[in-house]
């Protein structure tokens, strides 16, 4: 089996020594090039300027970089000007299995530029038991079943991907596995049953743990429990990624909270699509910036990612408080059909905010909340339509509307809850970096879906490096490439040098752009003219070559 560690240093002072040293192979011994990049504007990830010069690649492996006596290579790429740039690495890409149950979904990644994606929130792919996978995986006309990182490490390696993938293990992953769906708590023995999955997967490869505190059951979980699973992480190098519990008005308590899982269990917090949700909440924006800020002065390692959308993604059973699925949301959803709930909840809904109140953060407007995946619902034409139209449609009231989408199940919704002005604090802040928050998407096989899943990267580009000049192109790369390889441990990507992966994109900086919208999202981004992964031409003057040559990349839990 192949693996592909990831190079953990225990000091500041041991990577800069290997790139130093790794960097002195004589010039004289002229070996032969894979693939010569030349005619290139170099913006190597570090946020220097760029620079004119020559890349030389082989092995998979970059061995040449700037001005150099020029090798024969098997295939020479004329960037004729274009930047070239790491490889992309996406903070939350959610599934990787897709990537090898559809392969055509990965090219809502590539046309982005993306590389590396990361896998995760709260839920992970594994570990499983028989309460969590109840039947075979289909993958390749194969059904297949896992328990543990290691085996559904072994099946995307057999089966090979496109893009690297790096995966975390989610504290939801392990509390359905234990306790299920329900709102109960772990004694003793439950907590030691999760602290040993957490430990398996880390020394299988996981970077870290992740949360998603918003969504039942991780809703449940208390901070003591978090803490007990990310002391285990944090053992083994980990960092503890999460959706905090609150992202509106108890967005400062809910850093709180985070930060204090971070002192208390030693371990780095990474802070997933930092937002403040709802208009009468935007000014905690300046505030939780500030607050991060500070965390990091005494000494926490705080980070954090955004996707550049004012509107946000989530199901639409987030609209109801997470107490009413206590029991399991497929036993929620079958007690819909009562009138009388129904009443009960709409009430709750518009006169209460004890939760995250998103009919609240839309300002209290079925317009504001547009369907952006169908789901279970019978009529599939509903996405693209907000809740408002797509009531107006069937005749119904928008709520009754709203409560047949939650029956459904499945039914995913943006709703407009977010402004510019706190996507333009964030990205200037020097510790954000971007993300998908999607899985990657098949437009053939998928109705719709949010716009992030086809635009997120090159719309950073497009509306913030040239539209309105928040970036430099230089700092928008950084946020793309090096920062987030520092954050998830990958020392040998992120950067055009000596020794690293070549794991590259060349882009014209003019016309790399996003095309997907609300009302047209499955539309692939254009710009990216050429992408190479391991070393590999993936993308070769905008058409793609069908090679497979990601990696698996796991934390190396020995070093």
């Not at 990624?241 to 850093?255: D, F, P, T, V």
Request: aromatic share 8%.
């Amino acid at each position: 089996m192949r693996r592909a560690w990831i190079r953990i240093f225990t000091t500041a002072l041991i990577f800069p020594a290997y790139v130093v040293l790794s960097g002195c192979e004589p010039e004289s011994r002229g070996v032969d090039l894979d693939i010569l990049i030349e005619g290139a504007r170099i913006v190597d990830g570090s946020g220097n300027p760029w620079f004119r010069g020559s890349i030389g690649i082989r092995d998979g492996r970059i061995v040449e970089v700037g001005h150099f006596q020029r090798k024969s290579a098997r295939r020479i790429i004329d960037a004729g000007d274009m930047v070239v740039t790491p490889g992309f690495i996406d903070l939350m890409g959610q599934s990787t299995l897709v990537l090898v149950q559809d392969r055509v979904t990965a090219e809502s990644r590539l046309r982005q530029g993306i590389t590396t994606t990361f896998s995760g929130e709260g839920w992970s792919h594994a570990p499983q038991n028989e309460r969590t996978q109840r039947a075979p995986v289909v993958v390749n006309q194969r059904e297949m079943t896992w328990t543990t990182f290691d085996e559904y490490f072994e099946i995307l390696e057999e089966q090979r991907v496109v893009l690297n993938v790096v995966h975390n293990v989610g504290a939801t992953q392990v509390r359905r596995m234990i306790l299920g769906d329900e709102d109960v708590q772990p004694g003793p023995d439950q907590m030691e049953e999760m602290r040993a999955l957490v430990r398996e997967a880390m020394e299988d490869g996981a970077v870290g743990l992740s949360t998603s505190l918003i969504y039942p059951p991780a809703a449940y979980a208390s901070t003591e429990e978090i803490i007990e699973l990310a002391i285990v992480a944090a053992a083994y190098g980990g960092v503890y990624y999460s959706h905090i519990r609150n992202e509106s008005g108890q967005l400062l308590e809910a850093l709180d909270e985070a930060f204090r899982i971070g002192d208390e269990a030693g371990i780095p917090v990474h802070i997933y699509h930092l937002k403040a949700a709802g208009e009468e909440n935007w000014p905690l924006m300046e505030q939780a910036i500030a607050r991060i800020d500070a965390a990091r002065t005494r000494g926490l390692d705080v980070t954090a990612d955004i996707y550049p959308y004012i509107r946000n993604g989530i199901g639409m059973a987030s609209f109801l408080p997470p107490k009413y699925f206590a029991e399991g949301e497929a036993s929620f959803r079958k007690s819909l059909s009562d009138p009388e709930l129904r009443a009960q909840l709409r009430r709750e809904v518009e006169t209460t905010s004890y939760w995250e109140n998103w009919y609240r953060h839309v300002g209290f407007d079925w317009n504001r909340v547009l369907i952006t995946g169908a789901g279970n619902f019978a009529d599939p034409e509903i996405t693209g339509l907000s809740v408002a139209e797509a009531a107006a449609g069937a005749g119904k009231d928008p709520w009754d509307m709203f409560f047949d989408l939650v029956q459904a199940g499945g039914v995913g919704v943006a709703p407009e809850s977010m402004n510019e002005g706190q996507k333009h604090m964030a990205l200037r802040a020097p510790w954000v970096m971007i993300e998908t928050d999607t899985e990657p998407i098949n437009p053939a096989t998928v109705s719709s879906t949010h716009p992030r899943a086809f635009g997120a990267f090159p719309r950073v580009f497009a509306e913030y490096v040239r539209k309105q000049p928040i970036l430099t192109l230089e700092q928008a790369v950084q946020r793309m490439t090096s920062m987030p390889a520092s954050r998830l441990g990958l020392h040998d990507r992120g950067r055009i040098l000596h020794g690293m992966a070549a794991d590259l994109v060349i882009f014209d900086p003019e016309r790399i752009t996003d095309r997907a919208t609300f009302t047209d999202p499955m539309q692939y981004s254009e710009g990216v003219e050429y992408l190479l992964i391991n070393g590999e031409v993936v993308i070769d003057g905008e058409l793609l070559t069908g090679a497979l040559p990601g990696q698996v990349l796991r934390r190396d839990a020995g070093r």
